[in-house]
């Protein structure tokens, strides 16, 4: 079983940064894969980014390329999520997620994840 718990969601101006971690309970996080994830209200949840095990191939979603850096410190079992230039659209609860498929491709649908945390609240006023 994975625990994963997210931290460091907050209120922030547009144009503003906030950086999100992931922390994971499992001895052998160097072997999944990460996603973040966002849902607002009313909305599905919708893919944000994705690392694999290595830190070798990385995806984003097309609303925050550009934006957003997704990064991990697997010694440290965190996933981060570096926000910038954030928009009133970005606000959302931010979820993580770890793969425990060994793939290293692209998945960007939630069915494809095995384990969730409980969410952070990231909201950006206008």
């Known amino acids: 079983q994975v625990q994963l718990v997210e931290s460091g969601g907050g209120l922030v101006q547009a144009g503003g940064s906030l950086r999100l971690s992931c922390a994971a309970s499992?001895?052998?996080?160097?072997?999944?894969?990460m996603g973040w994830f966002r849902q607002a209200p009313g909305k599905e949840r919708e893919f944000v980014a994705r690392?694999?095990?290595?830190?070798?191939?990385?995806y984003y979603g097309d609303s925050v390329k550009g934006r957003f850096t997704i990064s991990r410190h697997n010694a440290k079992n965190t996933v981060y999520l570096q926000m910038s230039s954030l928009k009133p659209e970005d606000t959302a609860v931010y979820y993580c997620?770890?793969?425990?498929?060994?793939?290293?491709?692209?998945?960007?649908?939630?069915?494809?994840?095995?384990?969730w945390g409980q969410g952070t609240q990231v909201t950006v006023s206008s």
């Open positions: 499992v001895r052998t996080f160097s072997s999944y894969a």
């Open positions: 690392i694999s095990a290595s830190a070798g191939r990385i």
């Open positions: 997620a770890a793969d425990r498929s060994f793939y290293g491709g692209p998945r960007d649908r939630p069915s494809e994840y095995d384990y």
